[in-house]
């Protein structure tokens, strides 16, 4: 990228008279083109091919100015006019994403154009985002969220690109749309929209449509063969018109990385494509497509891991049933001839019954299958894909998460990041550098400009949750925050029982030495998701009363931020003390938000779960708070029994906090099925599924033993400057580094 040149088109900018969003894509429009001039250039050769559903990119500006090196210089070309850069914080994030599957995706992209590695993006460009949330009476409400209405000056829709995808009903164009994704190479981020008719638009107009009704599940399907066989058929079509027909040579050019189970279908459609229009014999079209794939597990959780039922896939694509049931007679052919039981081949085998298992598929011909954290990796290998581990063991191995320190440390966190400039010099070009900060911890000087620096985060922070939620937050207050998809599994009501036994304590004037503290939570449920809405009305509610009772109202408060997304994550990670990572052992991947907070000097205080472990293992279990049964023990209860009864029977607090589910109000029936899943369980599964009073007591002595250790401020802070030592594991560019060299075979380009 010619720096010299951007700069000065947008000195030659006019600002006067224009307003903030038309000003936003005048300059963000010339960092693009220059940007996806310099990223069409540079594609040749072998790359990597990242096919996600998700791509939570947030807001671009600041990050691709970043990554360009002009930031700085933008930001006093924009004073010079009288603009103000901080006023494009107002133009809404890119939500196309849920959690962490999306972001995760979006770190990937930025850490390989930062390390110079040929990676490349392909998903869906939704009309509307994840939506808009708003809280009404404590009520989640979805509104659409139309990312587009600032404008796209970052996208470049390719009309040449276009291409048809067939479905038995109709047949919809993917038009491509173009995102240059900068660093010290550019690559490109492909995002499809689906046009044609009406019903073709449906496809690409949201993301996750409720998949409650069997029309919302055949949208859904629509969705993932819609991206998969657009991303394919381009790939196909550029390796033809680069190499010919040489398809032996494709692997070699060629690595997909599925990004959980969603693109799978993906390798139907490849080997369709290669058999049906090519006529590549069929063994030699699975060999060459068990060369070129490779999947991420990110989920052991049953809902998750894609199903398709045959009379879907009938109903829509019959072509790749066609080919899905030659893949499954494939596979089982292979595994009677490796002289597997009838047992390890029903586990395996692509087909169960009706229904058409996605994770299977993608195990059996993925060329390595990757978990996203050790503990995680050691399960699917254990638990989840046991008779695939024994006879295909090369194939797995482990990628433990990363996220990128630009975004979440040096452009999120700027008063840290001077901070690290003077006492972990050259972390910026080197973030392994940051370690250097360890020999500093006990430096008197350090440990005060430490402080002073995430008080700085913190002021941020409170100014950003006054601004968007109207809410003043207690004042040199201890802030935890868990905030991350909503899901039962991550147990954030758990956090709001610990939050009721502290307010009871409280009360009974048991805590007279209490520091004020900050209870905060940002989440999304799913629109058809009963229990998560119920979770996140709970939480509003018990945020409410606490408010509203003036014995305690000054020393404990709860906050749950509406609308929460990247642009409001990158607050929150940078202002909070804690971070509340409290997922029932065993059932969290990775996570990434445990790693944002741990670069911005959060302690986390977590179970023995997902990345935790590692975070635990480099920085101390001392300066970290662990709490929690551990996965085995979760697993020889799932076994031999368990009784939340037992636990709730010894604890007081714990009953009268479970107790609030039938006293606050309930018109919708949230509180019932919450109470009734936590008592009586349900058909699928025994009372309280997720362990939360199993936990319950450790979680709330932890959360009392942060409280007393945060009063010797210096000591504390000792805990938090070793959290931000030992993050450099923790960043997506080491993760990318180790897919480039394990999986995607590619060469480093730096």
Known sequence: ??????????????????????????????????????????????????????????????????????????????????????????????????????????????????????????????????????FEDGYQTEYPDDWQRFGDPWSFRREDEAREIAFADMTVRAVPYDMPVIGKRTNILRLFQAEGSPAAEKISEYLYPADDTEEGKLLRLRQEYFFSAAAVGELVERFIVEHGEKFELFPRYNSIQLNDTHPVLAVAEFVRVLTEEHRVPFPKAVALARQAFNYTNHTILPEALECWPEKYLKKILPHILRVLKRLDSFARREFSSLGCTAEEAAQMAVKSGKTYRMA???????????????????????????????????????????????????????????????????????????????????????????????????????????????????????????????????????????????YFQLKRGELPDFAPSVFLFGAKSAPSYFRAKGIIKFINDVAAMIAADGEVNQKLQVVFVADYGVSYAEKIVAGSDVSLQVSAAGLEASGTGNMKFMMNGAVTCGTMDGANIEIFERAGRENNYVFGAEADELERLRREGYSPAAYLAQDEDARRALEMLQTFPDERGYYKELYDSLTVGASWHKPDHYFIFRDLGEYVRALLQINRDYQDRRAFAEKQMKNVASSAYFSSDRTVRGYAAEIWGLCDEK
């Not at 989840?384 to 990628?399: M, R, T």
């Open 360 to 502: 299977s598929l993608a195990v059996f011909i993925g060329r390595r299958v990757n978990g996203v954290a050790k503990l995680h990796s050691d399960i699917i290998r254990r638990d989840l894909f046991p008779a695939a581990a024994k006879y295909y063991p090369e194939k797995f191995c482990n990628q433990t998460n990363g996220v990128t320190q630009r975004r979440w440390l040096e452009l999120c966190d700027a008063p840290l990041a001077s901070f690290l400039d003077k006492w972990a010099r050259g972390w910026r070009q080197d973030f392994e550098k940051i370690s250097a900060l360890s020999k500093n911890i006990e430096d008197g000087s350090a440990i005060s400009e430490f402080i002073a620096a995430k008080e700085a985060g913190k002021r941020a922070l409170y100014e950003a949750v006054k601004k968007r939620d109207g809410a003043e937050l207690l004042p040199n207050a201890i802030v935890y925050a868990q905030i991350k998809r909503l899901h039962e599994y991550k147990r954030q009501l758990m956090t709001a029982f610990a939050v009721l036994e502290i």
């Open 1 to 134: 990228m010619n720096r010299q040149r951007i700069l000065e088109k947008i000195r030659a900018v006019g600002a006067e008279g224009k307003g903030v969003v038309a000003l936003y894509n005048e300059i963000s429009a010339i960092v693009a083109e220059e940007a996806y001039t310099d990223a069409q250039a540079a594609r040749r050769g072998s790359c990597a091919c990242y096919l996600s559903v998700e791509f939570l990119v947030g807001r671009a500006f600041y990050n691709n100015l970043m990554e360009a090196g002009i930031l700085e210089d933008v930001q006093k070309i924009l004073a010079e006019k009288g603009a103000d850069i901080a006023d494009f914080e107002q133009i809404g994030d890119a939500a196309l994403g849920n959690g962490g599957l999306g972001r995760l995706a979006a770190c990937f992209l930025d850490s390989a154009a930062a390390e110079g590695l040929p990676l490349y993006g392909y998903g869906i460009r939704y009309k509307y985002g994840l939506f808009r949330q708003k």
